[in-house]
């Protein structure tokens, strides 16, 4: 079994800033890409910033010079930093992780629960 744990969401005004941390956990061999998604309400799931293993990033245009993505390989962990919060970021923000179970298994994706992020304005 798999778990993708989601924490740091909450209510901010605009301007500020909020960490978002995802852990994976349970029986995991290898975690390709991880990556934080947003859907609001009404609108569709959106992909907010993605990173590979090696580090390599990237970021939806509505975020860049905001938002940073880093992850822990060793703590199977991605980070979401966001500065200069607008109210338009509003959403749930979901991690997912590309990740094999076993050396023979094909990549599956996993998903995270979900967490709030609110901006005031």
């Known amino acids: 079994q798999v778990q993708l744990v989601e924490s740091g969401g909450g209510l901010v005004q605009a301007g500020g800033s909020l960490r978002l941390s995802c852990t994976a956990s349970g029986s995991i061999f290898r975690i390709n890409d991880m990556g934080w998604y947003r859907q609001a309400p009404g609108k569709q799931r959106e992909l907010v910033a993605s990173?590979?293993?090696?580090?390599?990033?990237n970021y939806a245009d509505s975020v860049k010079g905001r938002f940073t993505i880093s992850r822990d390989n060793a703590k199977n962990t991605v980070y979401l930093q966001m500065n200069r919060l607008k109210p338009e970021d509003t959403a749930v923000y979901y991690c997912?992780?590309?990740?094999?179970?076993?050396?023979?298994?094909?990549?599956?994706?996993?998903w995270g629960q979900g967490t709030q992020v609110t901006v005031s304005s």
């Open positions: 997912k992780a590309d990740l094999r179970r076993n050396p023979w298994d094909r990549i599956t994706d996993y």
């Open positions: 990173i590979t293993s090696a580090g390599n990033t």
